[in-house]
């Protein structure tokens, strides 16, 4: 007797089912209104209508990022599909896991110009891990399960699968393969062991090593392990942006964020070591400055899962292409036998850079500083919620003056810097995380890259609380035009311009709330936070406030502008 | 330098573009590719013609490995290979110099495919230098039209 045949778009749904997805996010159209159609009866995979597809591949990232598991975003053909790919792009930045489902116009008709055709498998080439068209529905389930499969293991990224509409009408046997056939695919993660030794001993005989910890250690969930690895080795350490959370911010041996806006004091440590440990991180401009005077006197041990980041930016002393929590457990097993020395002159030097040039700002007492009212949203979430951000000023200052305790608990579009990215992430993070309280921390700028996700939060009583930093400029563009451009300040003034955010959220049937003097930042963030529902808040903020430090463009980590705070 | 790559990738729709994507995006340049089937099912040999310092070369590999669909990549330039191009020239010839073109293409042991009262085609194959010289000596004549097939190469003995 035949197998019992099923219709494609049923077969994807179970396919999804297999791999444990249990919300999408999405938007219908045309080419993919058949898997609509099942999804309208389907009781296991929970649908989130965005109102914009961007917001869509943004929550599926944002989800992946505060859970650890693959999100999923649902587009139609052509502008549907077009519409993610600023989200594929920031999770590709970032290697983050999610899948994007895309429809297609029928198979006898792709290349022929049909309506709403877009080749978005061209497209999206050089901005997904990998991606699929799928052209025969036999092929379907394999092609699901291969996508999830490239999607979560090795350096993690986006895939995206591109789905006629035909092979979602037609029927064929499900059968979701229990195996994984791609013989092209074998991502290392086990690191030598006798690099690891050597790194051990390089460490050993080095008198300044700094621990650089990136993104790698949240995607291989190696928190546990790095900070094991920190209290063998008790070396100070830095998180980039990407990692922010791995380390606790105010731990014995964190040096926070380095980098362009990062701290003086992991600045300072980082150019005057002799050696970096470099923990699932890409040496990225905003970290190094200028490649040939970046910490001038440092050997370097790379430790990535990716073996073209290694060698691609700073030549290592020793490369170790493993998954970050495989290396740094085989590493600390081998430091427990052969034991690190406290380095106890290179910690007095690091703690009188701290002492020296701690995170500071001139507090006012008539106007917001964004940085007060930042201090104020840690003091009352005390570490424990889950921050999104936009891009911009206020994303430094969050990065800055949050005090990160947790992985995941940092959602924030680093490589692309994307702007709209952190109110959709956010619905992902709230998604993924019911009972915990996210944060978007937006400025005036960026909130209105995607506004109207209001309507969904709305729709799903999603409770998460939009913090604006309302200075009514394109902040960080203002500043470098402030600093290096002699204050043209040419396309970046929102004022007389800008909507009443407090009703444009009460249009939505969201919370608005206003702060404009700096005793309303406490009681306004209280209301908000309290409040078990979505809310916008607006905080007008300090117009002219600039980010310090700053590490100039292309410039040297121990010459930054205003490492005391304020310029000069 | 001039690097001989060979990369074995499996072939699926699409595989060329992932691989001339690559080589656009991120500003390596390609001198020549030449694509075929390989001599396993389901797998094609591409030999790609780059010129690069180490570090670019290095680079070009692991993000050729990169590809989901890539199996091998080699780079041929330090090991014991043959490389071989095919190339189809057309010169431009009269009643005078007609014989030592045709004096020029038995030394280098190519053979003449077509003639015409003013043109005459030739077929060569050979490695890079063989080539390029036969083409220089032709330039005087006056070239009307060159097709190569691009480089394709093979290491020597049973590999190593």
Not at chain 1, 54 to 63: E, F, R
Not at chain 1, 234 to 263: C, I, N
Not at chain 1, 430 to 435: I, T
Request: neutral net charge; glycine residues 8%.
């Amino acid at each position: 007797m035949a197998a019992e045949k099923m219709k494609g778009s049923k077969i994807l749904l179970e396919c999804l089912k297999k791999e444990g997805v249990t919300d999408i996010f999405g938007y219908p159209g045309g080419y993919v209104i058949e898997i609509y159609d099942d999804l309208y009866d389907e009781k296991d995979i929970k649908h989130y209508l965005v109102r914009h597809e961007q917001a869509a591949a943004h929550a599926a990232d944002g989800y992946s990022r505060s859970s650890g598991k693959v999100g999923v975003c649902l587009a139609t053909s052509g502008p549907g599909a077009t519409n993610l790919v600023t989200g594929l792009a920031t999770a590709h930045m970032d290697s983050i896991p999610m899948v994007a489902i895309t429809g297609q116009v029928p198979t006898p008709s792709i290349g022929s110009d049909f309506f709403q055709e877009a080749d978005i498998t061209g497209i999206t080439m050089p901005i997904t891990k990998h991606n699929f068209l799928v052209k025969d529905l036999n092929d379907l389930a394999k092609t699901v399960k291969h996508a999830f499969h490239i999607a979560r293991t090795g350096r993690p990224g986006p895939v995206l699968i591109d789905i006629p509409k035909d092979l979602t009408i037609n029927k064929a046997v499900f059968n979701y393969p229990d195996k994984i056939d791609l013989p092209t695919y074998n991502p290392t993660i086990k690191g030598s062991s006798k690099q690891i030794k050597s790194a051990v001993e390089l460490i050993k005989s080095c008198k300044k090593p700094v621990v650089i910890a990136g993104g790698g250690i949240i995607s291989s969930h190696a928190s546990q392990e790095l900070r094991d690895f920190i209290k063998l080795s008790q070396l100070p350490v830095a998180s980039t942006l990407m990692a922010l959370g791995v380390y606790p911010y105010d731990g014995e041996f964190s040096l926070k964020m380095p980098g362009m806006h990062g701290t003086a004091f992991a600045n300072h440590t980082i150019h005057e070591s002799d050696l970096i440990i470099a923990i699932g991180m890409r040496f990225d401009d905003r970290i190094t400055g200028k490649l040939a005077t970046f910490a001038p006197n440092s050997k370097i041990i790379h430790i990535d899962i990716d073996p073209a980041e290694i060698g691609k930016n700073v030549a290592p002393t020793i490369p170790i292409v493993g998954d970050a929590k495989s290396v740094l457990s085989d590493m600390n097993a081998y430091i427990i036998e052969h034991p690190i020395d406290r380095k106890e002159e290179w910690l007095e030097e690091v703690n009188a850079y701290r002492a020296k040039y701690p995170l500071s700002y001139d507090k006012s007492s008539d106007v917001i500083n964004p940085q007060y009212a930042l201090e104020v949203l840690n003091e009352i979430t005390k570490g424990d919620a889950i921050i999104t951000t936009e891009v911009g000023t206020h994303q430094m200052w969050a990065a800055q003056y949050i005090n990160h305790q947790n992985p995941k608990h940092w959602v924030s579009s680093g490589g692309l810097g994307t702007m709209g990215y952190g109110f959709p992430a956010a619905m992902g993070a709230q998604v993924a995380n019911p009972g915990k309280t996210v944060v978007n921390v937006a400025g005036d700028g960026s909130i209105q890259m995607n506004i109207q996700e209001l309507s969904t939060v709305s729709n799903y009583n999603l409770p998460v609380k939009n913090i604006i930093l309302n200075n009514m400029y394109l902040g960080m563009v203002r500043q470098w035009q402030e600093l290096f451009y002699n204050n043209r300040y040419s396309a970046v003034d929102m004022e007389g311009k800008q909507p009443d955010f407090v009703k444009v959220a009460e249009a939505y049937d969201v919370m608005g709330l206003r702060a404009t003097k700096p005793e309303e930042v406490r009681p306004v963030l209280e209301k908000a936070l309290n409040h078990d529902g979505p809310v916008m808040v607006d905080i007008v903020v300090n117009r002219e406030e600039n980010v310090y430090p700053m590490v100039p463009g292309g410039g040297v980590l121990n010459k930054m502008m205003g490492q005391e705070g304020r310029l000069r | 330098m001039r690097h001989t790559v060979s990369v074995v990738v499996e072939n699926k729709p699409g595989v060329l573009t992932r691989i001339a994507g690559l080589f656009a995006r991120r500003g390596f340049n390609i001198d020549s590719l030449a694509v075929g089937e390989s001599e396993k099912k389901g797998f094609s040999r591409i030999t790609i013609i780059v010129t690069g310092d180490d570090n670019i070369i290095e680079q070009i590999t692991k993000q050729l490995y990169k590809l989901i669909d890539t199996y091998k990549v080699i780079d041929l330039t330090p090991t014991k290979h043959i490389e071989r191009e095919m190339i189809l020239a057309k010169v431009s010839i009269n009643t005078t110099n007609r014989s030592e073109v045709i004096e020029i293409a038995d030394i280098f042991r190519s053979k003449i495919v077509d003639v015409s009262e003013k043109s005459m085609t030739i077929e060569i194959t050979g490695d890079n230098d063989k080539n390029e010289g036969f083409i220089n000596l032709l330039k005087k004549f006056g070239i009307l039209e060159i097709v190569r097939t691009g480089t394709i190469a093979i290491q020597r003995g049973t590999g190593k």
